[in-house]
């Protein structure tokens, strides 16, 4: 189930589509619309309370792809790069990538670039969106070191200052100043907020308490990328395992076949489709919801509490309209295999099918 989607130039890519529901069955399921995204922007929107309290969950719950404003297409209008490429540059940078990183991903994306060029981009997307990292000194050793009049205000250094007037004193970072943190970028809160759950003694996740592991919880300061990749991707399960809970209440006809990554799929009887999509859509909001209220944040907008489409379909495939040719699959599903497109419904489709079906 781990194959890639459908695409007509590589071989053998219909081969999730040849999966397919019993006679008198449908798969029904959705894709979580923008799961780790939101889940990292609603961690760093706690520190507010207010939903869209910082630039980067606002980008995230207001953004519309059609319209392209949208993080990616933003990240891609700002740095001259294509959306996919935007795409992959953005979710690197959430999971703890670095400059360099970024660097030869530019490279790859544009050979032509040369080495400053990418260094020129890379720098500018990291300034702009992770922000600068700020070193606060411990009040108990600002005296002999700033003047009188500085004693009520926080000093705050960069990192090289902050290693060099550690190093001049004969200590470490950790004695002398605070926690780091980022400032000045669009994602500095999301990230701060991700590095306080990260670097905390006992990690936990922020909706479930789910702890992270000891065998990475042990010696502080390491495996930094891992742990910050933990935060969000461990979130997004306990996101999945509060929907499993809801639709077994919600939707006890429907038996649940699989899920991967962000998407769920549900078997049913056919007269039970729009029971379903029904409770998934419903499903979406109770969990969105339930998260929103771990982390203090009592508000849900209506762009975020739906599926944008529930897939009430025959086969299993990403969406339910793609004929998923391939060189392989020249005809396509409904020419080669009579497999007809299924239906895509929003929660306003969904509650017209359902008002139209008295029974349910």
């Known amino acids: 189930m781990t194959a890639s989607n459908a695409h007509r130039e590589r071989v053998g890519s219909e081969l999730r589509a040849m999966v397919q529901a019993p006679h008198g069955y449908r798969l029904v399921g959705a894709d979580v619309d923008s799961q780790e ?31 392209h404003t949208d993080l990616h297409s933003l990240t891609a209008a700002a740095h ?3 959306r996919d490429h935007a795409k992959v540059v953005n979710y690197a940078r959430i999971y703890g990538a670095g400059q360099n990183f970024a660097e030869r991903l530019l490279k790859q994306f544009n050979p032509t670039m040369t080495i400053s060029e990418a260094k020129s981009k890379a720098a500018k997307m990291f300034a702009t969106t992770k922000g600068r990292r ?16 500085l004693d009520n205000q926080a000093v705050e250094m960069t990192s090289y200052q902050a ?16 926690r780091p943190r980022w400032v000045g970028g669009t994602e500095s809160d ?50 999945l395992h509060l929907m499993l809970a809801s639709m077994a209440h919600l939707a006890p006809r429907a038996r649940f076949c699989l899920s991967f990554h962000d998407e769920v799929r549900y078997l049913v009887p056919e007269e039970y489709k729009y029971e379903t999509a029904l409770a998934l859509q419903i499903t979406n909001l109770l969990t969105r919801a339930f998260c929103s209220q771990r982390v203090g944040i ?11 489409s529930v897939e009430v ?15 392989s699959n020249p005809h396509g599903l409904e020419k080669g295999y009579g497999i007809p497109n299924g239906e895509s419904l929003n929660i306003f489709d969904v509650l ?7 029974s349910l």
């Not at 700020?134 to 009049?149: I, N, P, S």
């Not at 907008?301 to 599926?307: D, G, H, I, N």
Request: hydrophobic share 40%.
């Open 313 to 327: 379909d025959q086969v299993l495939r990403k969406e339910s309209t793609l004929s998923c040719t391939t060189p």
């Open 190 to 239: 999301m990230f701060n907020k991700l590095e306080e759950i990260a670097d905390c003694e006992s990690p936990r996740t922020a909706f479930l308490c789910g702890a992270l592991s000891r065998a990475l919880a042990a010696g502080r300061g390491r495996w930094t990328n891992t742990r910050l990749n933990w935060a969000v991707q461990s979130a997004a399960a306990d996101f």
């Open 352 to 358: 017209e099918k359902c008002h139209a079906n008295k």
């Open 134 to 149: 700020v070193y606060t000194l411990k009040r108990q050793y600002m005296e002999g070191f700033m003047d009188e009049d």
């Open 80 to 82: 001259k790069l294509r």
């Open 298 to 308: 009592n508000d849900l907008p209506l762009s975020v509490a739906f599926f944008s």
């Open 37 to 67: 995204l939101w889940i990292a922007a609603l961690l760093g929107d706690s520190g507010s309370g207010a939903v869209g309290g910082h630039p980067f969950g606002w980008a995230v719950v207001a953004g519309d792809k059609a319209r």
């Open 163 to 178: 290693m060099r007037l550690a190093k001049l004193s004969g200590k470490t970072l950790e004695e002398m100043f605070e």
